[in-house]
């Protein structure tokens, strides 16, 4: 089942779970799952749907948070889904927290689904999340874009680029619209992440320069202050992060927060 709920700037989220059951009702269920995929396919990742089903199997409630304009899902706002889009991860816990408040209420991302999460964690110490999960967090986004378009070999920048021209291409119409200084071309033509965010994400959300605005959508400098246990599990030679974007001292320090390397995507 799909519901597709209103963010404050009159963007819209998709929330995605088994068609069989009801989003407020208890099916035996007591542990909800919130899934955050970090790519445009959304609950249509293959690798998503497994680990809903499986989870499914072992007692878990999952709902899927599609991105904005991910998952095949609404885009109402020129505004593409972003790893530093951290307001709509608060808007869907809200509403998934309101739907289900008899629940245990976990959160796991992957990517940059990953850093929406720790990112929202860094700012919102009452969350209703008992806990989270993260994996491949790239945590400093400025680095990993750059690190990612260095090591295409693995195909990822690939992959999330070709999904924000896709998504672009499809709403070009709501885009050029819009006022702003958005390089629309430049969007559709982009070959790595760092063009297209460079040429629609980073002015659609006001900022002048890629660094300023991958320093503010960045999870790497909150996560001393995440007052939620939080896993964060980094597969050795992922291409999702370089090793010195990861925060290490500040895992370290935090108490909530815990850092594991995984030797391959087996965990």
């Given amino acids: 089942q799909r519901k597709c709920i209103w963010t404050e700037d009159g963007g819209s989220l998709a929330l995605d779970w088994p068609a069989y059951l009801d989003l407020d009702g208890d099916h035996g269920l007591d542990t909800t799952l919130l899934l955050i995929p970090g ?18 199997q072992s007692g878990y409630f999952s709902v899927v948070l599609n991105p904005r304009g991910c998952g095949n899902s609404p885009l109402t706002t020129p505004r593409i889904f972003s790893a530093g ?3 709509d991860v608060r808007t869907a816990v809200s509403y998934i927290a309101r739907c289900r408040p008899w629940t245990t209420f976990l959160g796991i991302g992957w990517g940059f689904g990953a850093n929406m999460l720790a990112k929202y964690l860094g700012e919102e110490n009452l969350t209703p999340l008992t806990a989270a999960v993260c994996i491949n967090n790239p945590f400093d986004l400025d680095e990993a874009t750059k690190y990612m378009k260095r090591n295409r070999a693995a195909g990822l920048d690939r992959e999330l680029t070709d999904g924000l021209v896709q998504i672009l291409q499809s709403n070009k119409v709501l885009h050029e619209k819009k006022d702003s200084n958005m390089d629309i071309t430049g969007g559709l033509a982009a070959t790595s992440v760092r063009e297209f965010e460079a040429a629609v994400s980073c002015p659609a959300r006001g900022f002048k320069s890629l660094e300023s605005y991958y320093r503010s959508s960045s ?24 090793p010195l974007s990861i925060p290490q001292n500040a895992f370290e320090e935090n108490p909530f927060t815990t850092l594991l390397y995984s030797p391959n995507d087996g965990y």
Avoid: H, M
């Fill in 85 to 87: 889009d951290s307001d």
């Fill in 39 to 56: 790519t445009f396919k959304g609950s249509e990742d293959e690798a998503v749907k497994i680990f809903a089903q499986e989870a499914l």
């Fill in 219 to 242: 999870s790497r400098n909150v996560i001393d202050g995440i007052q939620t246990p939080l896993l964060c599990i980094q597969v050795c030679d992922s291409t999702a992060a370089p």
